[in-house]
């Protein structure tokens, strides 16, 4: 079973929908968790960490269910610009940071 | 606009030739991490380095050799690699995250390695 799990995609969306990705990770002992996102060739960058709360950016929120062990990004209003791969990540310890291989979006005009 | 960088962007190498990756972060982090994006495949940890001090090393083939001389700079040193180790290269950089709860890491834009 794979450490951190995500659903590939692709998502193909028209600009201004809402849409969601999940994230399940297999260590219960998990202390914290990203949702990063990576342009086609260039490094990841921090999207937003994920707050047991939950927690809002502007059109981005993140949420964590501990009990199912799974993490949710939602954006609203999809912009073009939002079209990319993002990455659900899980740090299991003091430097072990697990990464899932991406989900990837496009989002049409 | 990143405060980490990597030197070079695009290396191409023969499996005879050594050479080495350079990582500088301005974040006056003091760990840092070198990572491999292989097509398609999540993210790989390869190395950690805390306080300069190495604290990971995930079954790395000894053809790569990291040197971390200060909590700024960061080395992979390439040596003998075979074609499967053409990927991107990333470096990342955190706080210590002994005692930190949400240790973001920050990444630079890579080395694009091509081994022939």
């Known amino acids: 079973r794979k450490e951190v799990e995500q659903d590939p995609g692709p998502f193909n969306v028209p600009e201004g929908a809402t849409v969601a990705f999940n994230c399940t990770y297999s260590n219960s002992a998990s202390q914290s968790f990203f949702w990063y996102r990576q342009d086609c060739r260039k490094e990841p960058k921090l999207l937003m960490s994920v707050y047991s709360s939950g927690n809002e950016d502007g059109r981005f929120t993140a949420q964590l269910n501990r009990a199912s062990q799974y993490i949710s990004l939602l954006i609203r209003d999809s912009k073009l610009s939002d079209s990319a791969t993002y990455l659900c990540v899980v740090n299991e310890g003091l430097n072990d940071m697990r990464f899932g291989a991406g989900t990837r979006l496009t989002v049409k005009p | 606009e990143t405060g980490v960088t990597q030197t070079p962007r695009h290396l191409v190498m023969g499996m005879t030739n050594k050479k080495s990756l350079k990582c500088e972060q301005h974040l006056g982090h003091n760990a840092m991490y070198w990572y491999k994006q292989s097509a398609k495949k999540p993210l790989e940890l390869m190395f950690v380095y805390s306080l300069e001090e190495r604290v990971e090393n995930n079954s790395v083939p000894s053809r790569f050799s990291p040197e971390c001389p200060n909590s700024s700079h960061l080395f992979l040193h390439l040596h003998t690699l075979q074609p499967e180790d053409s990927a991107l290269y990333l470096c990342?950089?955190?706080?210590?995250?002994?005692?930190?709860?949400?240790?973001?890491?920050?990444f630079g834009p890579g080395t694009r390695l091509t081994v022939l």
């Open positions: 990342a950089s955190s706080q210590d995250p002994s005692g930190a709860r949400y240790n973001e890491q920050f």
